[in-house]
């Protein structure tokens, strides 16, 4: 079992919607939790950044945490079709100087 | 300020050959990171150089190496290539050690033919 698992999708929808892009962990001692997006040809860009569990909002970007699940969520509300690229999980896990990564979800917002 | 730079931004290479690539972070970042992103692995850590000296090193064999130098510009090299080295090879720099505030450049993409 990887320690970050990410749905690749590619995930659809129209432009206007409210996303909803998801990380599962596996180790409880996670606590600092990131979400990177990279567009084609582009290196990941931080969007957010959130510890523990709770909520981080940043304009239409809001980040949750359920340590209970051990699910992180990224949510972008009005997506627009900018929005389209990949987004990426990540945390430090037990280490801080090495990120362990998700996948990544494709995003494709339809005009 | 400009970001962070990579070059060259594409690379074609054969098998048994050896290639290098350069990174040079942003005005001021002292630690650079190395990572390697495929289809199938995703994202792994390569490793960090901070002030010249490797600091922490990923799962990657010996063929793997780098520097850094009292500019702190870096440089990876990759020695007798195989096809699965094929990758985008992102750096990231960042003022210290450590992974919060890390800024990737847009990487290298190596093809081994």
């Known amino acids: 079992q990887k320690e970050v698992e990410q749905d690749p999708g590619p995930l659809s929808v129209p432009e206007g919607a409210i996303v909803s892009l998801n990380c599962t962990y596996s180790n409880s001692a996670f606590q600092y939790f990131m979400w990177y997006r990279q567009y084609s040809r582009k290196g990941p860009e931080l969007l957010m950044y959130?510890?523990s569990s709770g909520n981080k909002e940043d304009g239409r970007f809001t980040a949750q945490v359920d340590k209970s699940s051990k699910y992180i969520s990224l949510f972008i509300r009005d997506s627009q079709p900018s929005d389209s690229a990949t987004y990426l999980c990540?945390?430090?896990?037990?280490?801080?100087?090495?990120?362990?990564w998700g996948a990544g979800t494709k995003l494709i917002i339809k005009p | 300020k400009a970001g962070v730079t990579q070059t060259p931004r594409y690379l074609i290479k054969t098998r048994g050959q050896q290639v290098t690539l350069s990174c040079s972070p942003i005005?001021?970042?002292?630690?650079v990171s190395w990572y390697q992103q495929t289809p199938g692995q995703g994202l792994q850590f390569l490793f960090e150089y901070f002030s010249e000296t490797q600091r922490n090193k990923g799962n990657f064999p010996g063929r793997f190496s780098g520097r850094q130098f009292s500019n702190s510009r870096s440089e990876m090299n990759v020695s007798t290539l195989e096809l699965g080295d094929s990758a985008l090879y992102l750096c990231?720099?960042?003022?210290?050690?450590?992974?919060?505030?890390?800024?990737f450049g847009p990487g290298t993409r190596l093809t081994v033919l």
């Open positions: 005005s001021g970042h002292r630690s």
């Open positions: 959130t510890y």
């Open positions: 990231a720099s960042s003022i210290g050690t450590g992974v919060n505030e890390q800024f």
């Open positions: 990540a945390t430090p896990g037990s280490s801080n100087y090495q990120l362990i």
